[in-house]
């Protein structure tokens, strides 16, 4: 099929089917725009480099590229899954063949609500140290820990988890990855208030939890190569894009708003102003083209520690982004509530961008795998790297 | 010098209190003590969900120590104290997140005499002091004061929720608003510890003194918060350090990374840099100094820019349970958040201290 054929044909099927869907302004939950998304996943567009037999169409990176900008023209949403959607990549890569089947094409509509249950209270930055553990046990795995910061638990149907298989090896190398139901005895959700008085994270108490057997992604005892996976989606969706304003409305940030902000502020002539939008400006729009380049080197189904600055890169793009904003509307920034949006906006983008530069792996953290990983710089020294971890924990 | 250029501490030499060191000391630890009692974390989450945002027997209590009339002579009941012993206090007031007028009592003991001045200082009479005209930060307030009347909208005005009385200061004079002249509306502020209101004001106005005081009655209301900022600055980096020094990963203290333990050292500069400000400026004021204008300035930018950075990096250094509300961090945020605002924000310093300096020179 040439450029030319895929484009008409792409235009021809929206406009035939795209009459519009509801706004997602979650990003963890089962999707609003599920019928559409449905929609999208049957016609082939969702994940079009994908192959067929996977609702995709077996497209090269720059014909897929076609199909997205089609779908970005009309303003549909739903292609390009191949790339955002953590979940079902990581499904898609890792997920044993039975349990592909039934979630692949439930994740690609946003029919189940996700969330990911891997850290603890004693596991952040440190991930490897978690101690919920997983026992085998007929016909799947009893799970019993405690995670925490669980964005989204409350209306998950399935956790990505992280558990300890085996204790007898190093950190990393008992873990195992699996789809925890979420909606199961043993299995209690209670909501923490966040600093932006919202309650999308919790702490979730697994006693005695279930699993089934199909359940396990990757290797048993290799979950944390599955994680490497699904944490690289993870920031790489966090570097591309993260909410500007309570409701979730993307308008309500972004390059064309910071602009407009600064006129109606009265404050764009003044030349102290103008460098810092400029700065942040500049800074969104180095940020996408460094990830365009990434993505476009990425391969279905590997990691790209590229793809770790993105989320750096957000990081300082919305903590700045907040303080300019405050800065441009100067003492009208000191209340909050619905009868101030522009205030709103301001203050909970200050606050919220801790998401970005905390959740996923915190500044450090990336700074630490930009540094390891990409400029191979020698490794910081880790105590109990080569320790089993039955030693580790006898030794706190 | 003419008296009404003077400070109030300054009225008459011989009644001012000359403090020592020690003397100093016992004041800020009394300070300290009582709120460490009566204003820890759960009595501030307590005082930011009430409807007032303000702890009347608190104050009252810190009225009993001197403090609502520190600055307000002995023979008006207060305790003749000045500039010095105010940041001190104020620095204290920063570090527990007190929601106390303190801010519009130092202000208005400037402005105030007589019996108004006693109340005030025995924390009976709660003043809410709004610049306008020339001294109006917030831009958008608009009182017209003629013919012993006052019309109009005062934005912003910190502690105008509570007040008895309103001081509308312009260049031209201060004129004294009575409670049954305006009305306040509470505004819905992102800062819960720190109340302000717009005050719609119509009515009758007495007029207690001309405008030349009102330069002294912001200065003291600058230097006041620049100490509230250098306190919570060194509170929020001695809480972050502490728990850099206990929370572990990989191991160790996570203050063993070097990423954590050199943002604490860069915002140790910071803090300390901010309380070398405030007190200078306090200093500076104290003794008239020429360049108290430019020692003020500094202050203002430094203690705000410092504050802000200590709690950003300090929400920063802690990680995700710095995320969640019952966690203390984010109300020191919000708190430098709204100081920086209060009275001009750091850009507005800053061209005020290069101004400073180019008159000196
Ligand atoms: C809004 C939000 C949503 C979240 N959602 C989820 C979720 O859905 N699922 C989930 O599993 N987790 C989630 N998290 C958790 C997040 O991944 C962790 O908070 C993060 O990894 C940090 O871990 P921690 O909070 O334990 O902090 P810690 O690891 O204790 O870190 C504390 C401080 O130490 C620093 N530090 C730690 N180790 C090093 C090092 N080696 N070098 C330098 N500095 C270091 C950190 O940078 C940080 O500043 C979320 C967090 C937030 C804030």
New interface residues.
């Given amino acids: 099929m040439t450029d030319e054929e895929l484009k008409a044909e792409v235009t021809a099927w929206l406009a035939a089917n795209w009459r519009g869907a509801p706004q997602r302004t979650e990003r963890f939950g089962p999707d609003p725009r599920a019928e559409w998304l449905a929609k999208v996943r049957d016609a082939g567009w969702a994940a079009p480099r994908w192959p067929k037999e996977w609702y995709g169409r077996g497209l090269s990176d720059a014909q897929a590229r076609i199909v997205e900008s089609c779908f970005a023209e009309a303003k549909a949403p739903g292609t390009g899954q191949d790339r955002s959607n953590l979940w079902a990549n990581t499904a898609l890569a890792h997920a044993t063949e039975t349990f592909k089947r039934q979630i692949v094409p439930q994740l690609l509509a946003g029919e189940v609500g996700m969330c990911l249950l891997y850290?603890e209270p004693g596991?952040?930055?440190?991930l490897a140290?978690i101690r919920t553990r997983a026992d085998k046990v007929e016909g799947g795995w009893r799970v019993t820990g405690q995670k925490?910061?669980t964005s989204g638990a409350h209306i998950a149907d399935y956790g990505m988890l992280i558990a300890r298989t085996d204790w007898s090896v190093p950190k990393h190398r008992g873990i195992s990855f699996f789809f925890m139901p979420m909606r199961q005895k043993g299995v209690d959700v209670r909501p923490?208030?966040?600093?932006t008085?919202e309650t999308h994270?919790n702490e979730v108490f697994i006693d005695d939890a279930f699993i089934p057997e199909e359940n396990l992604l990757g290797n048993l005892g290799g979950g944390w190569g599955v994680l490497q996976t699904a944490l690289a989606y993870e920031r790489s969706v966090m570097g591309d894009a993260a909410r500007g304003a309570r409701s979730g409305a993307k308008e309500a940030h972004g390059d064309a708003a910071l602009l407009e902000l600064a006129r109606e502020a009265g404050k764009l002539s003044d030349p102290?102003v103008r460098q810092d939008v400029a700065q942040v400006i500049a800074w969104r729009m180095l940020n996408s083209l460094n990830t365009r380049r990434a993505k476009a080197e990425l391969k279905q189904g590997t990691s790209s520690s590229i793809m770790s600055l993105g989320k750096l890169a957000m990081s300082r793009i919305l903590?700045e982004e907040g303080r300019v904003r405050?800065?441009l509307l100067?003492?009208e920034?000191?209340?909050?509530?619905p009868?101030?949006p522009r205030?709103e906006d301001a203050?909970f983008l200050?606050?919220n961008a801790?998401?970005t530069?905390?959740?996923g792996g915190?500044?450090?953290i990336q700074?630490?795998i930009i540094g390891e990983r990409v400029l191979d710089l020698p490794r910081?020294p880790?105590?109990?790297r080569d320790v089993a971890f039955s030693a580790?924990v006898a030794g706190r | 010098m003419t008296r009404a250029q003077r400070r109030p501490w300054e009225r008459d030499a011989c009644m001012t209190q000359v403090m020592t060191h020690e003397e100093r000391t016992a004041l800020r630890d009394s300070v300290r003590r009582l709120l460490a009692d009566r204003c820890a974390e759960t009595d501030v989450r307590r005082v930011m969900a009430s409807d007032t945002g303000h702890d009347d027997a608190l104050w009252r209590e810190l009225a009993g120590l001197g403090v609502a009339g520190m600055l307000v002579s002995e023979d008006n009941g207060g305790s003749g104290l000045g500039p010095v012993e105010l940041e001190l206090v104020m620095e204290e007031f920063g570090a527990a997140l007190s929601s106390a007028p303190m801010i519009s009592t130092a202000m208005a003991a400037m402005l105030l005499d007589g019996a108004r001045a006693q109340a005030l200082a025995a924390g009976e009479l709660i003043v809410a002091v709004a610049p306008l005209g020339v001294h109006d930060?917030?831009?958008?307030s608009d009182v017209r004061v003629a013919g012993g009347r006052a019309e109009g909208v005062a934005?912003?005005v910190p502690d105008g929720q509570i007040a008895d009385l309103v001081l509308l200061a312009g260049d031209d004079g201060v004129y004294a608003v009575a409670r049954d002249a305006f009305s306040a509306t509470s505004?819905?502020?992102?800062?819960r510890t720190r109340r302000?209101a717009d005050l719609h004001i119509d009515g009758p106005v007495e007029r207690i003194c001309d405008g030349s005081r009102v330069a002294g009655a912001l200065a003291v209301g600058l230097l006041a918060l620049a100490g509230d900022q250098a306190g919570g600055a060194r509170r929020v980096l001695e809480f972050t350090v502490d728990y850099a020094r206990e929370r572990r990963?990989?191991?160790?203290a996570?203050g063993s990374?070097q990423?954590?333990k050199h943002m604490a050292a860069d915002l140790l500069l910071e803090a300390e840099s901010a309380t070398s400000a405030a007190r200078n400026a306090a200093e500076q004021l104290a003794g008239d100094a020429a360049d108290r204008d430019g020692a003020l300035a500094l202050a203002a930018f430094a203690c705000a820019d410092a504050y802000v950075r200590c709690a950003?990096d300090g929400?920063?250094m802690h990680?995700?349970i710095?995320?969640?509300?019952?966690?203390p961090?984010?109300l020191y945020?919000r708190r430098a958040?709204?100081g920086?605002?209060?009275f001009g924000?750091s850009?507005h310093w800053r061209e005020r201290f290069i101004q400073a300096l180019e008159a000196q020179s």
Wanted: overall charge negative; cysteine-free; hydrophobic content about 40%.
């Fill in positions: 850290s596991a952040g930055s440190d140290a925490v910061w923490l208030r966040q600093i008085d994270f102290l903590h405050t800065e100067g003492p920034s000191l209340l909050q509530g009868d101030h205030a203050n200050s606050l801790y998401f530069s905390i959740g915190t500044d450090q700074r630490n910081e880790e105590v109990d580790v | 930060w917030t831009g958008q934005r912003f505004l819905p502020v992102f800062d302000l990963q990989f191991g160790r996570i990374f990423a954590i950003k929400v920063q990680g995700g710095a995320f969640t509300w019952e966690h961090a984010h945020l958040r709204s920086a605002q209060l924000d850009r």
